[in-house]
């Protein structure tokens, strides 16, 4: 399967420690969920983003991607100084931004 644009820069973006583009890939009232830990818009998701994402200097690579029902779930190897091993994420898009990101 193709890997959807949001997604692809998103993955690109972690790995390039590019903050200003990730945060570019959500849209503006974006909901992300990690764990249940719960981060409203692109303010609170750039706090996560230093706390568990490219301020942990991640590195990112989709081992597998299927659509189903408008999402996306996305099997994720994740390396870095946070946490490593693989885990899932669902993405719900909106045009070319990602509308939420549920981590489990």
Do not use: C
Not at 82 to 96: C, R, S, V
């Amino acid at each position: 399967m193709t890997i959807p644009e949001p997604i692809r820069r998103f993955v690109e973006a972690t790995n390039a420690g590019d903050t200003d583009a990730f945060l570019d890939t959500f849209a503006d009232d974006a909901f992300l969920s990690d764990w249940g830990r719960d981060f409203h818009g692109r303010g609170q998701i750039a706090r996560w983003n230093q706390s568990d994402n490219i301020g942990v200097k991640s590195n990112l690579r989709i081992v597998r991607i299927a659509a189903a029902e408008g999402t996306y779930r996305v099997r994720i190897a994740v390396k870095g100084k946070g946490f490593n091993g693989e885990g899932d994420m669902t993405f719900m898009l909106d045009g070319d931004r990602i509308a939420s990101l549920v981590i489990a």
